[in-house]
């Protein structure tokens, strides 16, 4: 398996505008997480799913913050609108029930 | 609530000594318990967990940890440090009911040539 796939890989855009990342979870993986990474407050959940259903979503920070997952292949987190302190990077990662998650290559944002 | 504390914000060791970087973590019920390695411009790397069985856990690239229930620890050790272990690392528990996972804040290993 090509592990988990993340894109795009870095993303520039300005205040205001809609931005979304993309995330293909490891097939046959039934969780998936959405986290942000900064400098200021390091690896934070916003988001998961277990069967493509949202478990637990107190982490996105507002409402300009949304994440869907369609089907078991593919989800995605949207940002609208976009706000400079959104900038960091975003990580998804998969796992099976009790096991270890694996995690994407991760999304840069930059909102300037 | 369950949460993850890695006291020390960064750790410095000569290559070639024993190295650890200590875990402590607070959580209801049995602990399902991970390390992970990030390198600069990367994602997170799993290097072993402990999910029940043996204290004493072995993960890649030379990295060991204990499980100590009684301390509620996980301590990440390796015998010998490389300066290819420089980089920031993670624990993180899994907790049962919800599934999700909670990391600490992570610690930054510099091995000194």
């Known amino acids: 398996d090509a592990g988990v796939i993340q894109s795009p890989r870095h993303e520039v855009t300005e205040m205001g505008q809609e931005v979304t990342l993309r995330c293909k979870p490891i097939?046959?993986?039934?969780?998936l997480f959405w986290y942000r990474q900064t400098m200021m407050r390091g690896l934070e959940l916003l988001i998961y799913?277990?069967?493509?259903?949202?478990?637990?979503d107190s982490g996105m920070p507002e409402d300009r913050f949304s994440a869907k997952m369609p089907n078991a292949s593919f989800s995605t987190l949207k940002i609208q609108p976009s706000e400079p302190r959104d900038s960091a990077v975003y990580f998804c990662?998969?796992?099976?029930?009790?096991?270890?998650?694996?995690f994407g290559q991760g999304t840069r944002l930059t909102v300037v | 609530a369950q949460s993850v504390a890695q006291p020390e914000d960064q750790v410095n060791v000569a290559e070639g000594n024993p190295l650890t970087v200590k875990c402590t973590y607070s959580?209801?019920?049995?602990?399902?318990l991970f390390w992970y390695v990030q390198y600069p411009n990367r994602g997170l790397q799993f290097l072993l967990k402990y999910i029940t069985g043996d204290n004493l856990v072995k993960g890649s690239y030379g990295f060991e940890a204990e499980f100590n229930k009684s301390q509620t620890s996980f301590h990440l050790k390796k015998p010998s440090a490389l300066v290819s272990d420089s980089a920031l690392y993670f624990c993180?528990?899994?907790?049962?009911?919800?599934?999700?996972?909670?990391f600490g804040p992570g610690t930054r290993l510099s091995v000194l040539p």
């Open positions: 097939s046959g993986h039934d969780y």
């Open positions: 959580v209801s019920g049995n602990p399902y």
């Open positions: 990662a998969s796992s099976l029930r009790v096991t270890e998650a694996f």
């Open positions: 993180a528990v899994r907790v049962f009911y919800g599934q999700n996972f909670v």
């Open positions: 799913f277990n069967n493509n259903v949202p478990i637990d």
